[in-house]
């Protein structure tokens, strides 16, 4: 009697609980990137959770707008999942989850995460040093219903593409680019409704940090240092990874002008446990490399290579 009461209950209905569960642990995912980035521990949390979300899909009953908000949820994690492999320097499995990912934001029919998706995709193609794919990837996002209503979102996509035109060099770009996101976040209604993940870390901070990076990247380098003053005084203060990542640019900027003395306290003002993370780490050791170009077997350059040499020993 017990099973036939059983078989007659039924699979379980899955509901707006189930996705709020859901909701509540990818802040956790978000909050953890933010503090540590890049950590393969993250990936590993955030895939496990995108598979919880999938598994809902088939342990019970749901309406059609709980099922997209699963699909939603799963890709959402799978974002994560990529973006902490792009951080860690994981390139191929970024690769990876990015089309696990795209699959699963189109089920779900939400478009600010298939913009979250598509701009990670522009940040990974750029880091790997592909240019042309990193804009088209980054114009899928700018293209999205939610960049043509949400100020916010069109500004970080146009934020975004100034740091890919940095690569080219095209400082004309970059510069009409970082002016169409500064309009665009003035604009941005500061109550509006929005993501977690976005308003976790998209501000004037993080623009002026992408802004940084393109005139990095295009050699400018009065202005990059000047972004870069400009979004450590604005971070947020449980940022450490951003923080740092920014503090190793302005060393790169100020070292791009024969400041050797400054930007080497710069560089070595980053905080040991964050310079372990991957992208620090590679930042540095490029900083090291331009160094021993422009000064080597000076005395700075041997107080640098002592200590980094220090770092990497106290944080193995």
């Known amino acids: 009697m017990a099973a036939l009461t059983g078989a007659a209950a039924g699979p379980r209905r899955i509901g707006i609980g189930d996705v709020q569960q859901l909701q509540a642990r990818f802040a956790e995912v978000v909050a953890s990137d933010h503090r540590h980035g890049g950590r393969l521990s993250i990936e590993t949390r955030a895939g496990q959770l995108a598979d919880e979300a999938l598994a809902l899909q088939e342990r019970g009953t749901a309406t059609q707008r709980i099922r997209a908000q699963l699909y939603a949820s799963a890709a959402s994690f799978m974002s994560s999942a990529m973006w902490a492999a792009i951080d860690g320097r994981r390139f191929d499995t970024a690769l990876q989850y990015h089309q696990k990912a795209a699959s699963l934001a189109a089920m779900s029919g939400d478009s600010s995460i298939q913009f979250r998706i598509w701009s990670h995709a522009g940040s990974l193609y750029r880091h790997l040093g592909r240019p042309g794919d990193a804009l088209a990837a980054n114009d899928v ?40 996101a500064q309009e665009a976040l003035e604009r941005a209604d500061s109550g509006a409704s929005r993501p977690l993940w976005i308003t976790a870390f998209y501000d004037q901070a993080e623009l002026d940090s992408l802004a940084l990076a393109a005139y990095l990247s295009a050699g400018s380098w009065e202005e990059a240092e000047a972004h870069a003053h400009r979004s450590m005084a604005l971070r947020r203060g449980a940022m450490q990874r951003s923080h740092a990542i920014t503090t190793v640019r302005l060393a790169h900027a100020q070292l791009g002008q024969g400041d050797l003395e400054p930007a080497v306290a710069t560089a070595m003002s980053v905080p040991a446990e964050v310079s372990a993370h991957p992208r620090v780490t590679g930042m540095l050791n490029a900083f090291g490399t331009k160094l021993s170009d422009l000064a080597d077997g000076s005395s700075l350059a041997r107080s640098w290579a002592e200590y980094a040499h220090n770092t990497r020993r106290t944080t193995a």
């Open 141 to 180: 996002a700018r293209n999205l219903p939610i960049a043509r209503r949400d100020p916010l979102f069109a500004s970080l996509g146009h934020a975004r593409h100034a740091a890919i035109h940095g690569l080219t060099g095209d400082t004309n770009a970059v510069r009409r680019s970082l002016g169409h």
